[in-house]
C-alpha cells in the first residue's frame, strides 16, 4: 500500500518540486536529506505561490476540529431541549429547583433554540462568528451552573469551553472592534 504524500515532508524522487502544485521551486534543504522539512522559496519567474506555515496549518486542523465539536456538542444537547431523547434525572437540591425553574417557565426552549442555531452555524461554517458569539454566553452559563450548583459534569464543560476559546482565537481579527479603549 503506497504511503500517502504529506505536502509537508519531502519525498526524494520529487526533489524541487512542490507537492501542492507541481512547480519547481528552490529548498534550502540539501538534495540527500529525506525526510527534512522543506522551506519553500519562490524562484524568479515560476516559483510556487505555497508556502508551508505550518503554524498556520495545525490552527487549521484544530480550528476545524473545534468547531466540529462544539457545533456537534450544540445541535445534540441544544436539540435536546425540544425533543427530549436523552433522558436523565433531575439533580438534587439547589440545581434541581434551578432545573425545575427552567423547565416550568419555558425557559430551556429559548436557550435551546440558541443553542441549535449556534451550533448550526458553526458545523455549516457560515456566520462562524456570529456562532461563537450566540454560544459565548450559553458556555458561560454552564460553567457558572457546574462551579456554583452540581460539579458533576464540570470537566465537559471545561472541554467545551476550550474547544470554544480555540474558535475564538482563530476568529479574533471579527472581535477586534469591541476591544477599542475608545470608540470613535
Not at 473545534?66 to 439533580?91: C, Y
Not at 470537566?155 to 480555540?166: F, P
Request: aromatic residues 14%.
Amino acid at each position: 500500500m503506497p504511503v500517502p504524500r504529506m505536502p509537508w515532508r519531502r519525498d526524494p524522487s520529487r526533489a524541487g518540486v512542490c507537492h501542492v502544485c507541481g512547480s519547481v521551486v528552490q529548498s534550502n534543504a540539501r538534495s540527500g536529506d529525506s525526510g527534512v522539512l522543506l522551506a519553500l522559496q519562490r524562484e524568479s519567474g515560476s516559483g510556487c505561490p505555497h508556502k508551508f506555515n505550518f503554524w498556520g496549518l495545525r490552527m487549521k486542523v484544530a480550528t476545524f476540529i473545534a468547531r466540529i465539536l462544539v457545533g456537534l456538542v450544540f445541535v445534540v444537547f441544544g436539540s435536546n431541549a425540544f425533543l427530549n431523547f436523552i433522558h436523565a434525572p433531575l439533580p438534587t437540591g439547589l440545581a434541581g429547583e434551578f432545573f425545575t425553574v427552567l423547565f416550568q417557565s419555558h425557559y430551556v426552549f429559548f436557550v435551546g433554540g440558541i443553542q441549535v442555531l449556534g451550533g448550526a452555524l458553526l458545523l455549516a461554517n457560515r456566520y462562524v462568528p456570529l456562532g461563537i458569539t450566540l454560544l459565548g454566553p450559553v458556555i458561560f452559563n454552564i460553567l457558572l451552573y457546574h462551579l456554583l450548583l452540581d460539579h458533576t459534569g464540570g470537566s465537559v464543560a471545561v472541554v467545551v469551553a476550550i474547544l470554544w476559546g480555540i474558535l475564538f482565537y482563530r476568529y479574533r481579527q471579527n472581535f477586534a472592534s469591541l476591544f477599542v479603549q475608545k470608540a470613535a
